[in-house]
């Protein structure tokens, strides 16, 4: 079981927008603004797409967006592209002994 | 350019040890950390541990504790993970990833992978 909740799934069509979901505990996703997300491709590295809630690193299109409110942070890809189907996991630190925790991932379907 | 390039796929027996190996390129390594993430077939993302690049200090996950055994070697910017008394549940793809600068915290660059089978 992992420590941060994602939904299993969504799925959106091309050009709409899909928000993703991650929820902790206070201990993580609460207690700091550095929840990170990762785009993953079948076979492929993660590679993040945002960290720090909400800040984009260089190269990363715009149309990925990063909030947080409570124990809840969020991912949004808005105007969806077939190239965004992959799957996404949420990530946080935390001040403890095991720093990274990590969501179990949700996989995005573009229809 | 950043790079970590990580070793060969491998198999090995249950019981057995393996050590995979992350070669860093187009930084200065011992300005960074090193986690070791690893996914299970079809699984989610498991954080195993933490190496500094600068004093070889450790944090590892409680439920790898006495299994696991993360170095370097600064003069070739190689980290390395070794994972002992294999089991089945320990094939998965193992990852190093590295930790930027500047008291941000996520995995900035990602080695390719390396797959690790444990089978009799």
């Known amino acids: 079981q992992s420590a941060l909740t994602q939904p299993a799934s969504v799925s959106g069509s091309p050009g709409q927008s899909i928000t993703i979901s991650c929820t902790g505990t206070s201990s993580d996703v609460g207690a700091h603004n550095y929840v990170s997300w990762y785009q993953q491709h079948p076979g492929k590295a993660p590679k993040v797409m945002i960290y720090d809630v909400s800040n984009r690193p260089s190269g990363v299109s715009d149309r990925f967006s990063g909030s947080k409110s409570g124990y809840t942070a969020s991912l949004t890809i808005s105007g969806l592209q077939t190239e965004d189907e992959a799957n996404y996991y949420c990530?946080?630190?935390?001040?403890?002994?095991?720093?990274?925790?990590f969501g179990g991932g949700t996989r995005l379907t573009v229809l | 350019q950043v790079q970590l390039v990580q070793s060969g796929a491998e198999v090995k027996k249950p019981g057995a040890s393996v050590k995979v190996s992350c070669k860093a390129s187009g930084y200065i390594f011992t300005r960074n950390g090193i986690s070791w993430v690893r996914q299970a077939p079809g699984q989610g993302l498991e954080w195993m541990g933490w190496i500094s690049g600068y004093s070889g200090n450790t944090n590892y996950a409680q439920r790898l504790q006495g299994r696991v055994t993360m170095t370097t070697d600064t003069s070739t910017s190689t980290a390395y993970m070794e994972l002992r008394s294999l089991r089945s549940d320990d094939t998965a793809v193992y990852y190093c990833a590295r930790e930027p600068l500047g008291g941000v915290y996520y995995f900035d660059y990602w080695g390719q992978g390396t797959l690790v089978t444990v089978s009799s």
């Open positions: 990530s946080s630190y935390r001040s403890s002994s095991a720093p990274w925790v």
